[in-house]
């Protein structure tokens, strides 16, 4: 990595927006998590999509809080899989991807994945841990809508997700 820079960043995170687990036993640990903690299934994967498969969980509007990745070895236990972090606008991810690449952090995706339909650059930290910056994750409304899968945009660059937008995925008129 680089020294630290006496330029100020570029961007600022606003929250911590989710933690994705990878987990022996996804049936199970879905289980516990709505069951013992109250949060909601928006999404799954299916093993075709993601091996082991994945669950999206929510406890409020964001589309997810909390995402489980089954498969995980038993010897394992649990293990982080990402986590990540909330910016207020749109032109803060492509900051942070400039920012990142500066510093020398190893981007290992960038542009939109699917479920949520948040862009994100995605990149590591000195001990190799997937960590993710992201801007417009859906929202869950008070019914219970949750975007289908039909409407997902996957992108592999952030210029191509916002050229290609999902249905009522909106781009700021200006940033702040």
């Known amino acids: ?3 630290k820079s006496e330029a100020p960043l570029q961007f600022q995170l606003r929250k911590l927006g989710h933690v994705v687990l990878n987990v022996t036993d996804l049936e199970a640990s879905v289980r516990f998590y709505t069951d013992v903690l109250g949060l909601q299934v928006s999404d799954r994967y299916p093993d075709s999509m993601v091996p082991g498969g994945m669950v999206f969980m929510r406890c409020n509007a964001d589309h ?8 995980a070895k038993n010897n394992e236990r649990s293990s982080l899989n990402h986590f990540a972090f909330e910016v207020a606008t749109l032109d803060e991810v492509f ?13 290992v995706f960038e542009g ?18 997937n960590l993710e910056i992201y801007w417009g994750i859906d929202q869950v409304g008070t019914n219970g809508y949750v975007r289908p899968a039909s409407e ?15 249905p009522g995925q909106r781009l700021p008129l200006f940033s702040t």
């Open 64 to 71: 997810h809080g909390v995402a489980l990745v089954g498969g």
């Open 152 to 166: 997902w945009r996957q992108a592999r660059t952030l210029e191509d997700a916002v050229a290609n937008l999902p």
């Open 112 to 129: 939109r994945r699917r479920a949520g339909c948040q862009i994100a650059v995605e990149f590591q930290d000195p001990d190799g841990n």
């Open 95 to 107: 900051r942070a991807r400039t920012w990142l690449r500066k510093q020398g952090a190893p981007i």
């Open 1 to 3: 990595m680089a020294e």
